[in-house]
Protein backbone atom coordinates (compact mmCIF):
# COMPACT_ATOMS: atom_id res chain seq x y z
CA UNK A 1 0.00 0.00 0.00
CA UNK A 2 1.23 3.36 -0.45
CA UNK A 3 1.94 4.86 2.33
CA UNK A 4 4.32 6.95 4.02
CA UNK A 5 5.88 4.08 6.49
CA UNK A 6 2.90 1.62 5.46
CA UNK A 7 4.94 -0.34 2.48
CA UNK A 8 4.96 -3.82 2.89
CA UNK A 9 8.74 -4.50 1.98
CA UNK A 10 11.29 -2.55 0.98
CA UNK A 11 12.37 -4.07 -2.33
CA UNK A 12 12.11 -2.34 -5.01
CA UNK A 13 9.36 -2.67 -7.26
CA UNK A 14 8.78 -3.67 -10.93
CA UNK A 15 9.52 -1.18 -13.51
CA UNK A 16 5.73 -1.00 -14.28
CA UNK A 17 3.68 -2.91 -12.22
CA UNK A 18 0.61 -0.64 -13.94
CA UNK A 19 0.34 -3.43 -16.80
CA UNK A 20 0.13 -6.54 -14.33
CA UNK A 21 -3.54 -7.44 -14.89
CA UNK A 22 -5.88 -7.99 -12.56
CA UNK A 23 -7.10 -11.58 -11.27
CA UNK A 24 -9.73 -12.82 -13.97
CA UNK A 25 -13.18 -11.41 -13.04
CA UNK A 26 -16.22 -13.72 -12.16
CA UNK A 27 -18.46 -14.81 -14.82
CA UNK A 28 -21.92 -12.60 -15.38
CA UNK A 29 -25.13 -14.10 -14.10
CA UNK A 30 -28.02 -15.17 -15.27
CA UNK A 31 -28.91 -11.49 -16.55
CA UNK A 32 -25.51 -11.48 -18.27
CA UNK A 33 -24.82 -9.00 -15.66
CA UNK A 34 -22.32 -9.26 -13.00
CA UNK A 35 -24.41 -10.07 -9.49
CA UNK A 36 -23.82 -7.48 -6.62
CA UNK A 37 -22.14 -10.74 -4.40
CA UNK A 38 -20.05 -11.62 -6.86
CA UNK A 39 -18.59 -7.70 -7.69
CA UNK A 40 -18.10 -7.34 -4.13
CA UNK A 41 -16.06 -10.67 -3.60
CA UNK A 42 -13.88 -9.56 -6.42
CA UNK A 43 -13.12 -6.29 -4.88
CA UNK A 44 -12.48 -7.56 -1.52
CA UNK A 45 -10.08 -10.72 -3.18
CA UNK A 46 -8.19 -7.85 -4.44
CA UNK A 47 -7.39 -6.34 -1.10
CA UNK A 48 -5.48 -7.08 2.11
CA UNK A 49 -5.90 -5.77 5.25
CA UNK A 50 -3.20 -2.93 5.90
CA UNK A 51 0.22 -3.61 8.56
CA UNK A 52 -0.10 -4.03 11.81
CA UNK A 53 0.87 -0.17 14.04
CA UNK A 54 1.57 0.36 17.45
CA UNK A 55 -0.59 3.22 18.10
CA UNK A 56 -1.78 4.85 21.66
CA UNK A 57 -4.78 3.45 23.03
CA UNK A 58 -7.34 6.17 22.14
CA UNK A 59 -6.80 6.21 18.76
CA UNK A 60 -7.44 2.96 18.38
CA UNK A 61 -10.68 3.33 18.98
CA UNK A 62 -12.98 1.43 16.48
CA UNK A 63 -9.88 -0.26 14.53
CA UNK A 64 -9.21 -4.13 15.17
CA UNK A 65 -6.18 -5.58 17.16
CA UNK A 66 -3.31 -7.34 15.52
CA UNK A 67 -2.54 -9.17 18.90
CA UNK A 68 -3.98 -10.88 21.62
CA UNK A 69 -3.65 -9.10 25.16
CA UNK A 70 -3.64 -10.60 28.66
CA UNK A 71 -3.84 -8.81 32.05
CA UNK A 72 -0.06 -7.84 33.44
CA UNK A 73 -1.85 -6.81 36.63
CA UNK A 74 -4.61 -8.08 38.63
CA UNK A 75 -7.72 -5.41 39.41
CA UNK A 76 -8.30 -4.79 41.84
CA UNK A 77 -4.29 -4.81 42.43
CA UNK A 78 -5.08 -5.26 46.02
CA UNK A 79 -8.27 -5.09 48.59
CA UNK A 80 -10.05 -1.77 49.12
CA UNK A 81 -12.97 -0.52 50.00
CA UNK A 82 -15.85 0.35 48.23
CA UNK A 83 -17.41 3.08 50.23
CA UNK A 84 -16.68 5.80 52.59
CA UNK A 85 -16.73 4.84 55.78
CA UNK A 86 -14.93 3.02 58.54
CA UNK A 87 -13.32 -0.33 58.17
CA UNK A 88 -14.03 -3.08 60.90
CA UNK A 89 -14.13 -6.45 62.21
CA UNK A 90 -17.35 -7.65 61.00
CA UNK A 91 -17.81 -9.87 64.41
CA UNK A 92 -17.35 -5.95 66.48
CA UNK A 93 -20.26 -4.31 64.92
CA UNK A 94 -22.88 -7.76 64.31
CA UNK A 95 -25.02 -6.56 67.01
CA UNK A 96 -25.70 -3.10 66.14
CA UNK A 97 -28.83 -1.62 65.87
CA UNK A 98 -31.18 1.59 65.19
CA UNK A 99 -31.48 1.55 68.75
CA UNK A 100 -28.81 -0.05 69.90
CA UNK A 101 -25.66 1.54 68.27
CA UNK A 102 -22.02 0.13 68.71
CA UNK A 103 -19.32 2.58 70.02
CA UNK A 104 -16.05 2.10 68.54
CA UNK A 105 -12.49 4.02 68.80
CA UNK A 106 -11.54 5.77 65.96
CA UNK A 107 -7.70 4.82 65.78
CA UNK A 108 -6.58 5.88 62.32
CA UNK A 109 -7.62 6.94 58.63
CA UNK A 110 -6.54 5.97 55.12
CA UNK A 111 -7.05 7.83 52.22
CA UNK A 112 -6.99 6.19 48.45
CA UNK A 113 -3.64 6.37 47.60
CA UNK A 114 -2.41 5.98 50.69
CA UNK A 115 -0.89 2.64 52.53
CA UNK A 116 -2.85 1.01 55.44
CA UNK A 117 0.06 1.50 58.47
CA UNK A 118 -1.65 0.47 61.39
CA UNK A 119 -3.27 -3.10 61.76
CA UNK A 120 -6.98 -3.02 62.72
CA UNK A 121 -6.81 -4.27 66.46
CA UNK A 122 -10.39 -6.25 67.51
CA UNK A 123 -13.00 -3.96 68.95
CA UNK A 124 -11.52 -0.50 66.78
CA UNK A 125 -12.62 1.29 63.54
CA UNK A 126 -9.94 3.03 60.79
CA UNK A 127 -11.92 5.58 58.77
CA UNK A 128 -11.67 4.94 55.05
CA UNK A 129 -12.12 6.59 51.26
CA UNK A 130 -13.19 4.94 48.52
CA UNK A 131 -10.22 3.18 46.84
CA UNK A 132 -7.97 2.76 49.90
CA UNK A 133 -6.47 0.04 50.57
CA UNK A 134 -8.01 -2.02 53.72
CA UNK A 135 -6.02 -2.38 56.70
CA UNK A 136 -4.79 -5.74 57.80
CA UNK A 137 -7.59 -7.22 60.63
CA UNK A 138 -10.61 -5.95 58.77
CA UNK A 139 -12.43 -7.74 57.27
CA UNK A 140 -15.77 -5.32 56.46
CA UNK A 141 -16.48 -1.53 55.73
CA UNK A 142 -19.36 0.29 57.36
CA UNK A 143 -20.46 3.03 55.28
CA UNK A 144 -21.29 6.59 56.59
CA UNK A 145 -24.78 6.87 55.84
CA UNK A 146 -24.55 3.71 58.87
CA UNK A 147 -22.84 6.16 61.26
CA UNK A 148 -22.46 9.54 63.50
CA UNK A 149 -19.50 10.22 61.31
CA UNK A 150 -17.21 10.52 64.78
CA UNK A 151 -13.91 11.40 64.38
CA UNK A 152 -12.50 10.28 67.64
CA UNK A 153 -15.16 7.39 68.79
CA UNK A 154 -17.70 6.50 65.61
CA UNK A 155 -21.37 4.84 66.60
CA UNK A 156 -22.53 2.56 64.20
CA UNK A 157 -26.27 2.26 63.45
CA UNK A 158 -26.47 -1.14 61.44
CA UNK A 159 -24.13 -4.52 60.98
CA UNK A 160 -21.90 -5.24 58.54
CA UNK A 161 -20.65 -8.75 57.67
CA UNK A 162 -17.72 -9.74 56.35
CA UNK A 163 -16.79 -8.91 52.83
CA UNK A 164 -19.59 -5.62 53.14
CA UNK A 165 -18.38 -3.08 50.64
CA UNK A 166 -15.01 -4.73 50.27
CA UNK A 167 -13.29 -5.09 46.52
CA UNK A 168 -11.02 -7.89 46.80
CA UNK A 169 -7.76 -8.13 45.18
CA UNK A 170 -8.28 -9.77 40.95
CA UNK A 171 -12.23 -10.05 41.42
CA UNK A 172 -12.14 -7.75 38.43
CA UNK A 173 -9.71 -9.39 36.51
CA UNK A 174 -6.74 -11.94 37.64
CA UNK A 175 -3.12 -10.98 36.27
CA UNK A 176 -2.78 -13.41 33.11
CA UNK A 177 -6.35 -13.58 32.24
CA UNK A 178 -6.76 -13.13 28.18
CA UNK A 179 -9.17 -10.40 27.61
CA UNK A 180 -8.54 -9.43 24.43
CA UNK A 181 -7.99 -11.35 20.96
CA UNK A 182 -6.82 -11.01 17.39
CA UNK A 183 -9.05 -9.12 15.01
CA UNK A 184 -11.19 -7.73 18.07
CA UNK A 185 -13.03 -4.41 17.27
CA UNK A 186 -11.66 -2.01 19.87
CA UNK A 187 -14.99 0.25 21.88
CA UNK A 188 -14.62 3.14 23.88
CA UNK A 189 -15.24 0.23 27.35
CA UNK A 190 -12.15 -1.73 25.73
CA UNK A 191 -9.97 1.54 25.40
CA UNK A 192 -11.04 1.74 29.75
CA UNK A 193 -10.00 -1.41 30.28
CA UNK A 194 -6.96 -1.11 28.14
CA UNK A 195 -6.06 1.87 30.37
CA UNK A 196 -6.61 0.05 33.39
CA UNK A 197 -4.42 -2.87 33.00
CA UNK A 198 -1.77 0.11 32.35
CA UNK A 199 -1.49 -0.23 28.32
CA UNK A 200 -0.49 3.22 26.44
CA UNK A 201 -0.45 1.14 23.14
CA UNK A 202 -1.78 -1.53 21.38
CA UNK A 203 -1.10 -3.32 18.00
CA UNK A 204 -3.96 -2.27 15.49
CA UNK A 205 -4.76 -2.00 11.92
CA UNK A 206 -4.55 1.64 10.80
CA UNK A 207 -7.48 3.33 9.62
CA UNK A 208 -7.39 3.07 5.59
CA UNK A 209 -6.60 6.70 4.20
CA UNK A 210 -9.29 7.05 1.71
CA UNK A 211 -9.15 9.67 -1.14
CA UNK A 212 -12.67 10.71 -2.39
CA UNK A 213 -12.64 12.86 -6.27
CA UNK A 214 -16.08 13.83 -7.55
CA UNK A 215 -15.30 14.21 -11.52
CA UNK A 216 -17.30 16.21 -13.93
CA UNK A 217 -17.03 19.54 -15.55
CA UNK A 218 -20.88 20.60 -14.42
CA UNK A 219 -19.82 20.74 -10.72
CA UNK A 220 -19.31 23.54 -8.48
CA UNK A 221 -17.70 24.11 -4.94
CA UNK A 222 -20.78 24.61 -2.35
CA UNK A 223 -20.62 27.99 -1.28
CA UNK A 224 -19.68 29.70 -4.02
CA UNK A 225 -21.87 31.16 -6.87
CA UNK A 226 -23.24 28.48 -9.81
CA UNK A 227 -21.84 30.02 -12.95
CA UNK A 228 -25.01 29.25 -14.94
CA UNK A 229 -28.89 27.16 -15.06
CA UNK A 230 -27.02 24.12 -15.58
CA UNK A 231 -24.41 23.84 -13.13
CA UNK A 232 -25.28 21.77 -9.71
CA UNK A 233 -23.41 21.70 -6.52
CA UNK A 234 -21.14 18.90 -5.41
CA UNK A 235 -22.67 16.89 -3.08
CA UNK A 236 -21.37 13.32 -4.23
CA UNK A 237 -17.58 13.99 -2.68
CA UNK A 238 -19.05 15.53 0.70
CA UNK A 239 -21.92 12.71 1.03
CA UNK A 240 -19.07 9.78 0.26
CA UNK A 241 -16.67 11.51 2.42
CA UNK A 242 -18.78 11.32 5.20
CA UNK A 243 -20.02 7.95 4.58
CA UNK A 244 -16.52 6.66 4.48
CA UNK A 245 -15.55 8.83 7.63
CA UNK A 246 -18.54 7.12 9.77
CA UNK A 247 -16.83 3.62 7.87
CA UNK A 248 -14.02 3.89 10.31
CA UNK A 249 -11.76 5.92 7.27
CA UNK A 250 -9.02 8.34 7.47
CA UNK A 251 -10.62 10.58 4.81
CA UNK A 252 -9.33 13.43 2.19
CA UNK A 253 -11.83 14.97 0.41
CA UNK A 254 -10.57 16.26 -2.54
CA UNK A 255 -12.76 17.70 -4.41
CA UNK A 256 -13.63 17.96 -8.13
CA UNK A 257 -11.53 17.61 -11.29
CA UNK A 258 -13.24 18.59 -14.91
CA UNK A 259 -13.82 15.80 -17.32
CA UNK A 260 -10.15 17.15 -19.09
CA UNK A 261 -8.46 13.52 -19.36
CA UNK A 262 -5.00 14.80 -18.68
CA UNK A 263 -6.54 16.67 -15.35
CA UNK A 264 -8.43 13.39 -14.05
CA UNK A 265 -4.82 11.40 -14.49
CA UNK A 266 -2.84 13.76 -12.68
CA UNK A 267 -5.04 14.45 -10.38
CA UNK A 268 -5.57 10.49 -8.92
CA UNK A 269 -2.10 10.31 -9.61
CA UNK A 270 -1.05 12.75 -6.96
CA UNK A 271 -3.41 11.06 -4.50
CA UNK A 272 -2.02 7.61 -4.56
CA UNK A 273 1.21 8.87 -2.81
CA UNK A 274 -1.46 9.21 0.75
CA UNK A 275 -3.92 7.25 -0.17
CA UNK A 276 -4.60 3.18 0.80
CA UNK A 277 -7.79 3.30 -0.95
CA UNK A 278 -9.20 5.86 -4.16
CA UNK A 279 -13.05 6.46 -4.66
CA UNK A 280 -13.72 8.69 -7.51
CA UNK A 281 -17.69 9.52 -8.43
CA UNK A 282 -18.75 9.83 -11.96
CA UNK A 283 -17.47 8.68 -15.43
CA UNK A 284 -18.30 5.81 -15.46
CA UNK A 285 -21.10 4.89 -17.67
CA UNK A 286 -21.42 4.94 -21.42
CA UNK A 287 -21.62 8.35 -21.89
CA UNK A 288 -19.90 10.52 -24.23
CA UNK A 289 -17.91 12.57 -21.34
CA UNK A 290 -17.18 9.19 -19.11
CA UNK A 291 -13.64 9.98 -18.53
CA UNK A 292 -12.83 8.22 -15.60
CA UNK A 293 -13.57 5.13 -17.37
CA UNK A 294 -11.80 5.93 -20.35
CA UNK A 295 -8.16 6.84 -18.65
CA UNK A 296 -7.99 5.12 -15.80
CA UNK A 297 -6.45 1.80 -17.97
CA UNK A 298 -3.86 4.21 -18.58
CA UNK A 299 -2.64 4.22 -14.84
CA UNK A 300 -3.29 0.61 -13.98
CA UNK A 301 -5.48 -2.53 -14.26
CA UNK A 302 -8.73 -1.38 -13.93
CA UNK A 303 -11.99 -3.28 -14.08
CA UNK A 304 -15.72 -2.28 -15.51
CA UNK A 305 -18.44 -3.98 -15.53
CA UNK A 306 -22.01 -3.77 -15.04
CA UNK A 307 -23.96 -5.03 -11.81
CA UNK A 308 -27.59 -6.41 -11.70
CA UNK A 309 -27.99 -3.79 -9.02
CA UNK A 310 -30.96 -0.97 -8.89
CA UNK A 311 -29.31 1.86 -8.81
CA UNK A 312 -25.34 1.30 -9.12
CA UNK A 313 -25.75 -0.95 -12.46
CA UNK A 314 -22.09 0.54 -13.79
CA UNK A 315 -19.01 0.47 -11.49
CA UNK A 316 -15.74 0.23 -12.13
CA UNK A 317 -12.43 -1.27 -10.27
CA UNK A 318 -8.54 -1.07 -10.31
CA UNK A 319 -5.50 -1.06 -9.34
CA UNK A 320 -3.47 1.90 -10.11
CA UNK A 321 -0.38 3.44 -10.22
CA UNK A 322 3.47 1.81 -9.31
CA UNK A 323 1.84 0.55 -5.47
CA UNK A 324 -1.20 -1.30 -7.32
CA UNK A 325 -3.57 1.32 -5.26
CA UNK A 326 -6.92 0.27 -5.10
CA UNK A 327 -9.19 2.22 -6.70
CA UNK A 328 -13.19 1.69 -6.81
CA UNK A 329 -15.47 3.75 -9.20
CA UNK A 330 -18.70 4.90 -8.50
CA UNK A 331 -21.46 6.16 -10.52
CA UNK A 332 -22.07 10.00 -10.77
CA UNK A 333 -26.29 9.76 -9.73
CA UNK A 334 -25.86 10.67 -5.88
CA UNK A 335 -28.55 8.10 -4.51
CA UNK A 336 -26.47 5.48 -6.83
CA UNK A 337 -23.28 6.92 -5.29
CA UNK A 338 -24.33 6.10 -1.88
CA UNK A 339 -26.33 2.70 -2.62
CA UNK A 340 -22.54 1.83 -4.30
CA UNK A 341 -20.34 2.68 -1.12
CA UNK A 342 -22.62 0.41 1.18
CA UNK A 343 -22.31 -2.49 -1.12
CA UNK A 344 -18.58 -2.35 -2.02
CA UNK A 345 -16.56 0.63 -0.71
CA UNK A 346 -18.27 -0.07 3.08
CA UNK A 347 -16.77 -3.72 2.72
CA UNK A 348 -13.42 -2.43 1.34
CA UNK A 349 -12.85 0.10 3.96
CA UNK A 350 -13.38 -2.49 6.85
CA UNK A 351 -11.66 -5.20 4.69
CA UNK A 352 -8.59 -3.00 4.88
CA UNK A 353 -9.14 -2.51 8.70
CA UNK A 354 -9.35 -6.17 9.24
CA UNK A 355 -12.71 -5.74 10.83
CA UNK A 356 -15.41 -8.46 10.30
CA UNK A 357 -18.06 -8.69 9.17
CA UNK A 358 -17.70 -6.90 6.32
CA UNK A 359 -21.14 -6.04 5.66
CA UNK A 360 -23.92 -4.71 7.29
CA UNK A 361 -25.74 -7.43 8.89
CA UNK A 362 -29.25 -7.79 6.92
CA UNK A 363 -32.57 -7.69 9.46
CA UNK A 364 -35.76 -8.16 8.63
CA UNK A 365 -38.95 -5.56 8.61
CA UNK A 366 -42.13 -5.62 7.58
CA UNK A 367 -43.46 -3.20 4.91
CA UNK A 368 -46.20 -1.38 5.42
CA UNK A 369 -47.26 -0.91 1.61
CA UNK A 370 -46.76 -2.66 -1.71
CA UNK A 371 -43.82 -2.71 -2.70
CA UNK A 372 -42.19 -3.03 -6.56
CA UNK A 373 -38.81 -4.05 -8.05
CA UNK A 374 -37.57 -4.35 -11.57
CA UNK A 375 -36.88 -7.39 -12.79
CA UNK A 376 -33.09 -9.25 -12.55
CA UNK A 377 -31.87 -7.10 -10.54
CA UNK A 378 -31.02 -6.58 -6.85
CA UNK A 379 -33.05 -3.67 -5.74
CA UNK A 380 -31.78 -1.50 -2.71
CA UNK A 381 -34.85 0.86 -2.41
CA UNK A 382 -34.88 4.02 0.47
CA UNK A 383 -36.73 2.94 2.88
CA UNK A 384 -37.89 4.17 6.74
CA UNK A 385 -37.79 1.81 9.88
CA UNK A 386 -39.75 1.88 12.76
CA UNK A 387 -40.17 -0.30 15.25
CA UNK A 388 -43.98 -0.72 16.88
CA UNK A 389 -45.10 -0.94 20.24
CA UNK A 390 -44.90 -5.18 19.80
CA UNK A 391 -41.37 -4.59 18.95
CA UNK A 392 -41.46 -5.66 15.28
CA UNK A 393 -39.61 -3.82 12.60
CA UNK A 394 -41.94 -1.71 10.15
CA UNK A 395 -40.55 -0.35 7.07
CA UNK A 396 -42.13 2.00 4.46
CA UNK A 397 -40.23 3.13 1.24
CA UNK A 398 -39.30 6.76 1.24
CA UNK A 399 -40.30 8.61 -1.76
CA UNK A 400 -39.63 6.79 -5.17
CA UNK A 401 -36.35 4.73 -7.14
CA UNK A 402 -34.97 7.41 -8.66
CA UNK A 403 -31.38 7.59 -8.04
CA UNK A 404 -31.39 11.96 -8.16
CA UNK A 405 -34.08 11.99 -5.10
CA UNK A 406 -31.21 13.24 -2.16
CA UNK A 407 -33.91 14.52 0.03
CA UNK A 408 -35.49 11.09 0.31
CA UNK A 409 -31.96 9.29 0.96
CA UNK A 410 -31.67 11.99 3.64
CA UNK A 411 -34.50 10.78 5.37
CA UNK A 412 -34.28 7.07 4.89
CA UNK A 413 -32.59 5.08 7.40
CA UNK A 414 -32.27 2.02 5.80
CA UNK A 415 -31.99 -0.31 2.48
CA UNK A 416 -34.78 -2.20 1.63
CA UNK A 417 -32.85 -5.55 0.21
CA UNK A 418 -35.17 -7.05 -2.72
CA UNK A 419 -33.53 -9.88 -4.55
CA UNK A 420 -32.95 -10.47 -8.08
CA UNK A 421 -36.49 -13.09 -8.57
CA UNK A 422 -38.81 -10.72 -6.53
CA UNK A 423 -40.90 -8.23 -8.19
CA UNK A 424 -43.55 -7.22 -6.28
CA UNK A 425 -43.80 -7.51 -2.28
CA UNK A 426 -47.59 -7.09 -0.85
CA UNK A 427 -48.19 -5.20 2.68
CA UNK A 428 -47.39 -7.27 5.43
CA UNK A 429 -44.41 -9.12 4.21
CA UNK A 430 -41.55 -9.24 5.47
CA UNK A 431 -37.97 -8.13 3.78
CA UNK A 432 -34.13 -7.86 4.36
CA UNK A 433 -32.75 -4.49 5.52
CA UNK A 434 -29.85 -2.66 5.85
CA UNK A 435 -29.79 0.04 8.95
CA UNK A 436 -28.10 2.66 8.02
CA UNK A 437 -27.81 4.37 11.14
CA UNK A 438 -25.90 1.85 12.79
CA UNK A 439 -22.56 2.42 12.82
CA UNK A 440 -20.21 -0.80 13.56
Not at 195 to 223: C, K, Y
Request: hydrophobic share 40%; net charge negative.
Amino acid sequence: MPLFGRKKSDDPAPLDRTREPLPPPPEPGPSGLRTLDDHRDYLLSCLEPLPAFSQHVLDALGLSLCEDVYAPISMPRFDNSAMDGYAVRAVDVEAAGDESPVSLPVVGEVAAGQDALHRLSPGTAIKIMTGAPLPAGADAVVPYEATDRGSSDVRVYAPSTAGQHVRYVGEDVEAGTHLFSVGQQLGPRDIGLLAGIGHDQVLVRPRPRVAVVSTGTELVEPGLELGNDHQIYDSNSYLLAAAARQAGAHVFRVGLVSDDPEQVKQLITDQLVRADLVVSTGGVSQGDYDVVKAVMPELGATDFTQVAMQPGKPQGFGLVGDDRTPMIMLPGNPVSAFVSFEAFVRPAIRRLMGVTPYTRPTVRARVTHPVSSAPGRRQLARGIVTVDEDGTRLVELAGGHGSHLMADLARANALVVLPEDVTAVEAGEDVDVWLLDEVA
